[in-house]
């Protein structure tokens, strides 16, 4: 026995290897933590902030996610897998593509999940209803501005770094980490005529920021500013008093050149549709 026991050894030690092997088939394509992009550097997301990016994003099967540097192909993994959404990865490098497809073959997500080896600022993600990148703060605002076209109501959640003075409509944190969740707006500014409310049809002048917005309501030659003025995607919301100290309160939604939506004056609920002048 005893002259057959380094035979063996090696023996297992080979099959160790072997086993190995088949049970990792994407391990000679594994990128290593910090090596350079076109960009970036590559640095993995935990698992646990990819699922709060997720959930903040309220992902679901209705939606389409785009990863832009989708990097090990986890957050389009998991999008599809945990959250059943049809999912895509933008990976510029190559050999990080194929591995995040492997990951995506390993995961048994083909059908569901494709990553394509392309640049993000060169690609069409409009489709998108959810955006997740981990980018630099300069690459974000890049991308700010296509972001802002996008549909409104699409969910943009970025790992670690903001986007300037588009102030975040959520923050979310793990441990040391963050990250942050931006609703992209419809676009509100300008003038409005709204027909439906006491008093006959009235003009409302709105001023936006982003999803920040105020305004100015004018009913015949008085004109009243709006209060707690909202708008999350293409949901709007505002309060309004008038000279007889009525708060009128308005909640809608918007649909492309028109508002429409109900006004709660004193308890009596009336609909209202509005048009851009």
Partial sequence: MFFFQPFIFILLISFMAFGSARADPCADLAPVRGQSGKDVIWIPTPDQLVNKMLLAAKVTETDKVFDLGAGDGIIAI????????????????????????????????????????????????????????????????????????????????????????????????????????????????GEWMFVGMEGGPIRITFSQNYQNIGGIFTLASSSYPLVGAKLRGNDISFQFRTSDKNLHTFSGRISGGSISGTLNSSGFFSSVVARRL
């Fill in 78 to 189: 998991t999008a599809a897998r945990k959250f059943g959404a049809q999912s895509v990865g933008i990976e510029y490098n190559p050999k990080m593509a194929d591995f995040a497809r492997c990951r995506v073959k390993e995961a048994g997500m083909e059908a569901k999940v494709r990553v394509i080896t392309g640049d993000i600022f060169q690609e069409d993600f409009s489709s998108a209803s959810v955006v997740t990148l981990y980018l630099l703060p300069e690459l974000n605002l890049r991308l700010r501005p296509t972001l802002l076209k996008m549909k409104p109501g699409t969910r943009v959640v970025s790992n670690s770094f903001n986007m300037g003075d588009w102030e975040a409509d959520e923050v979310i944190s793990h441990e040391y980490a963050k990250a942050f969740l931006w609703i992209v707006p419809a676009q509100v500014a």
